[in-house]
C-alpha cells in the first residue's frame, strides 16, 4: 500500500484503483449503504428522496426542451407547440416537465409539513431546515420563471402582477421593476432573461441539495418518535432497508405523475396559457399556478399593497425562524397532544388559503382569506412560543428500540434482532 | 334533441336570473364527446366532416395556423386526398432567383393558410372584432370541447330588455353574451360526403371534434402510452413492496 493512497476495502480492481485515488465508493458505501438510519421510519420519511428524484426528471427534460425552444415574445408560443406537435415525443417531455413542476410542490409541500409534524427542525438540524427553506425559494423562483417561457395570456400577466410587486418598495421600487424588466414592460428582454435564470437556477437548487445532505449526514435523520438514535439496536443501514421502501414509494409517486401526464395533463394548468400572449388584453382573473395560490392568498389579505408584499414574503421567511420559535423541548408532535391539534388547524388555514388564492378578489373570500392568514402567522408567532412552554407533553419512549420491540425486549435484555445488531456494526 | 332544448331552456332560465353576473355565462351541457372519457378515442368520421365544416365555414374567418396539412393524414384522409386539399389553396413562397415572391399551390408540408395576412385585416374586415386562431382553441377554453359545442348551438334571440348592439350577437354561452360572431351554422349548411344529414348540431359536434383533435393531436397514442406505462408501474410496484416485505421480514420496525 502506496503512502497517500486512501485505503480501500473494494474487492473489484478497477474500482480499488479509483477507490485509492478518489475514494467515491468508499464515500457511497458509507453515506449511502452502511449510512445507520433509525428503524422506525414511515413512508413521510420517503419524500426526501421523492424530491430528489423529481428535480433530476425536471432538469433532464428541461434540457431537451431548451433545445426546442426559442427565447422570443414572436416564437415563444409557437416554438412551445411546435414541440408539441413536430418534435419527437415532444408533447411527452413537455407534459412531463409542467406536470413534473406540480408534482415538485406536491412532493415538498408534503416533505415541508412532515418535518413541521414531526420537529425535524429542531437542534441539532437547525441548518439543514434553513437550507430546505433555501431550496423552497429557489423553487419558486424557478417555477415561476418557467411559467413564464410559455409566453400564454397568464405567463405574461402573471409575469406582470408579481414583477409588479417590487414597486411597492419605497423610493426605489419603481427603478427595481424597469431593472427586472429590462424596459419599461414585461417584454422580450423579460422572456430572454428569464429563461437564462429558468436554465441556472436548477443547478442553483442542486448545489443547495447537496448542502441540505451533506448537513443530514452530519446529524442524521430525524425520526417519527423524534427521538434520537442512542446505539445500533436503534438504527438499521440505510441499504436496503431505506433504498428498497424509498423503492416502494418512487413508483407510487410515479404512477400518480404518470396518471397526470398521460390522462390530464391540463388539468392543474390554466387555459389561459394556450392564448399568445397580448398586452393589450387582460384576463378576467389572474392567477398564479395552484401551488403559488397559499401565498397570493396571504398578498391580497391586506388592503395595502407594501403590507401585503412584507406580509407574502415573510410568511415564508418566519419558517427560518422555526426552530427557535418552537420553543418546545419534544421534537415529534406525537407526544404534543394540544400542538398536534393546532398544527393540523394550520394545515387547513394553508389549504384554506389554497382555495381562496384561486377564487377573485371578493367577499366573502376576502374575508376568509384574512382570516386564514392571521391563523398561519398566529401559529407561528404566538401558538408555537406559548404553548412550548404552557403543553404537558407526553412521556417519551426510553429509546427507538424500546418503543419499537417493545420495552420488555429491551428492559429484559431480550435478543436484539440480528439485521439490527450485527449488519450496521460489522461495516460502520 | 328534446334534452338539448330541455338544458338550452334551463340555460336560458338561469342565464335570466340577476344572480348571475355580466361576464359570466351558464356552464356548457356534457356533450358526451368520446374523445371526452379518460381513454376515448377521436370518431374518424367526426374529424373528417368536421374538417369539411371547418374548411367550408369556419376558415373564412378562422385560421389554424399551427396546423400543417399533411396533419390531416391522421384523421384518416388518403395521401392524395390531402395532396389535393393542400393544392387547392395558394401560398405565398419565394423570394425566387428574381427576388420577387410568388403564389403557388400548397404542399403537404405547408401550414394551414390563414384567411386573413395579419391582424389588421382581420379586424378590417370584421367590424373591429379579431378571430381568434382556432389551433388550440379547445385547450384555451375552460371544458374546451363542450363550451365550444355549445357556443355554437347558443345563438338565441335576446331576452327583452337586453341591449345588443350593432354588429353584436347574442349567444347563451359566451361570456357576456354579447358575441361579434353572427350565427354561422344552419340547417344544411354543407353536404356531408358520407350522407350525415348536416343539422346545426350534428356540425358543431363534427366541427367540434375536429377542433378538439388539432389541439391535442397526440391524445389518443398519449393514452394508448399511459395504459402501458401504468401496468407496467402496476408491475414494478408489486415486485417492488413484494421485495420490501421480504428485505424487512426478520426486522421489527
Known amino acids: 500500500m502506496a503512502i497517500g493512497l486512501h485505503d480501500s476495502q473494494v474487492k473489484n480492481p478497477v474500482l480499488r484503483w479509483i477507490d485509492q485515488r478518489l475514494p467515491v465508493v468508499t464515500m457511497m458505501q458509507k453515506e449511502y449503504g452502511t449510512f445507520p438510519t433509525p428503524r422506525n421510519f414511515n413512508y413521510f420519511w420517503n419524500f426526501g428522496a421523492l424530491a430528489m428524484i423529481n428535480l433530476v426528471i425536471m432538469i433532464a427534460t428541461g434540457i431537451f426542451l431548451a433545445m426546442n425552444y426559442t427565447p422570443h415574445t414572436a416564437y415563444a408560443f409557437d416554438s412551445v407547440e411546435r414541440i408539441m406537435r413536430d418534435v419527437n415525443f415532444g408533447w411527452l417531455i413537455r407534459y412531463v416537465h409542467m406536470n413534473g413542476a406540480s408534482m415538485f410542490f406536491i412532493v415538498v409541500y408534503i416533505h415541508i409539513y412532515r418535518g413541521m409534524y414531526y420537529g425535524s427542525y429542531k437542534a441539532p438540524r437547525e441548518l439543514l431546515w434553513m437550507l430546505g427553506v433555501v431550496i423552497f425559494l429557489l423553487m419558486m423562483a424557478t417555477a415561476f420563471m418557467g411559467y413564464v417561457l410559455p409566453w400564454g395570456q397568464m405567463s405574461f400577466w402573471g409575469a406582470t402582477v408579481i414583477t409588479n410587486l417590487f414597486s411597492a418598495i419605497p423610493l426605489v421600487g419603481e427603478s427595481i421593476v424597469v431593472w427586472l424588466w429590462g424596459g419599461f414592460s414585461v417584454d422580450n428582454p423579460t422572456l430572454n432573461r428569464f429563461f437564462s435564470l429558468h436554465y441556472l437556477l436548477p443547478f442553483v437548487i442542486f448545489g443547495v441539495v447537496f448542502l441540505h445532505v451533506a448537513a443530514l449526514h452530519i446529524t442524521g435523520s430525524n425520526n417519527p418518535l423524534g427521538i434520537e438514535p442512542k446505539g445500533p439496536q436503534d438504527t438499521l443501514p440505510f441499504h436496503p432497508y431505506y433504498t428498497i421502501k424509498d423503492s416502494v414509494g418512487i413508483v407510487a409517486y410515479l404512477a400518480l405523475f404518470a396518471f397526470l401526464v398521460f390522462f390530464m395533463p391540463n388539468a392543474l394548468g390554466h387555459p389561459d396559457n394556450y392564448i399568445q400572449a397580448n398586452p393589450l388584453v387582460t384576463p378576467a382573473h389572474i392567477v398564479p399556478e395552484w401551488y403559488f395560490l397559499p401565498f397570493y392568498a396571504i398578498l391580497r389579505a391586506v388592503p395595502d399593497k407594501l403590507g401585503g408584499v412584507l406580509l407574502m414574503f415573510g410568511s415564508i421567511l418566519v419558517w427560518f425562524a422555526l426552530p427557535w420559535l418552537d420553543t418546545s423541548k419534544v421534537r415529534s408532535m406525537r407526544f404534543r397532544p394540544v400542538a398536534r391539534i393546532f398544527f393540523f388547524l394550520w394545515v387547513i388555514s394553508f389549504l384554506v388559503l389554497t382555495y381562496v388564492g384561486g377564487k377573485p378578489a371578493e367577499q366573502p373570500y376576502i374575508f376568509i382569506g384574512q382570516l386564514a392568514t392571521a391563523y398561519y402567522f398566529a401559529w407561528f408567532l404566538v401558538i408555537l412560543p406559548v404553548l412550548g412552554k404552557l403543553e404537558k407533553p407526553l412521556p417519551l419512549p426510553e429509546s427507538i428500540a424500546a418503543a419499537v420491540l417493545g420495552t420488555k425486549a429491551v428492559l429484559g435484555g431480550g435478543p436484539i434482532p440480528q439485521a439490527a445488531a450485527a449488519k450496521p456494526m460489522e461495516k460502520a | ?253
Open chain 2, 1 to 253: 334533441m328534446r334534452v338539448l332544448k330541455a338544458l338550452a331552456l334551463a340555460a336560458s332560465v338561469f342565464a335570466a336570473t340577476p344572480a348571475l353576473a355580466a361576464g359570466e355565462a351558464p356552464k356548457a351541457p356534457n356533450a358526451g364527446f368520446s374523445f371526452n372519457s379518460l381513454l376515448g378515442t377521436f370518431d374518424r368520421g367526426a374529424q373528417q366532416r368536421g374538417f369539411q365544416v371547418y374548411k367550408e365555414v369556419c376558415s373564412a374567418c378562422h385560421g389554424m395556423r399551427l396546423l400543417s396539412y399533411r396533419n390531416l393524414l391522421d384523421i384518416g384522409l388518403s395521401e392524395a386526398e390531402v395532396r389535393a386539399i393542400a393544392a387547392s389553396f395558394q401560398v405565398t413562397d419565394g423570394p425566387n432567383d428574381e427576388g420577387a415572391m410568388f403564389e403557388r399551390p400548397a404542399r403537404l408540408s405547408d401550414r394551414f393558410r390563414s384567411p386573413f395576412p395579419n391582424d389588421q385585416a382581420a379586424r378590417a374586415g370584421n367590424n373591429g372584432a379579431l378571430p381568434p386562431d382556432l389551433s388550440v382553441i379547445t385547450k384555451a377554453r375552460h371544458d374546451g370541447a363542450n363550451y365550444l359545442r355549445a357556443l355554437l348551438i347558443g345563438y338565441r334571440d335576446a331576452p327583452a330588455g337586453f341591449n345588443v348592439p350593432d354588429g353584436m350577437h347574442y349567444n347563451e354561452y359566451f361570456p357576456g353574451h354579447l358575441i361579434a360572431m353572427p350565427n354561422v351554422l344552419n340547417d344544411g349548411q354543407v353536404e356531408f360526403a358520407d350522407g350525415t344529414r348536416a343539422t346545426v348540431d350534428q356540425m358543431a359536434r363534427d366541427v367540434t371534434t375536429f377542433l378538439a383533435w388539432a389541439a391535442e393531436p397526440e391524445t389518443e397514442r398519449r393514452r394508448q402510452m399511459g395504459v402501458k406505462i401504468l401496468v407496467f408501474l402496476a408491475i414494478l410496484g408489486g415486485l417492488a413492496y413484494a421485495t420490501k416485505r421480504k428485505v424487512w421480514a426478520d426486522v421489527k420496525h
